[in-house]
């Protein structure tokens, strides 16, 4: 079902909703409106420092969980 299709459905069920079911959908509504993106909430610090390994990953500028841990393993002699 399309958006303007399921559109439609709800301009028509929603005549016919009981009251609770009504405030139900009201609260759902209101509810992602209020919705956050917690980067608008982090420190523009670190927002800027995402945004740079955002970029350097795009780039292929990145080690892998495996590359890192061979790192680590040969600096502290772990095997």
Do not use: C
Not at 19 to 28: G, K, N, P, T, V
Not at 66 to 76: C, D, I
Request: hydrophobic share 35%; aromatic share 8%.
């Amino acid at each position: 079902m399309g958006t303007l299709e399921l559109r439609n459905k709800w301009k028509e069920a929603i005549i016919s909703v009981d009251d609770r079911f009504l405030r139900m959908i009201d609260a759902l509504h209101e509810s992602y409106k209020k919705e956050d993106d917690f980067f608008d909430e982090i420190p523009p610090q670190i927002q800027e420092l995402l945004k740079e390994s955002r970029e350097e990953i795009k780039k292929g500028e990145f080690s892998t969980h495996e590359e890192v841990m061979n790192r680590v393993k040969e600096k502290y002699n772990i095997s």
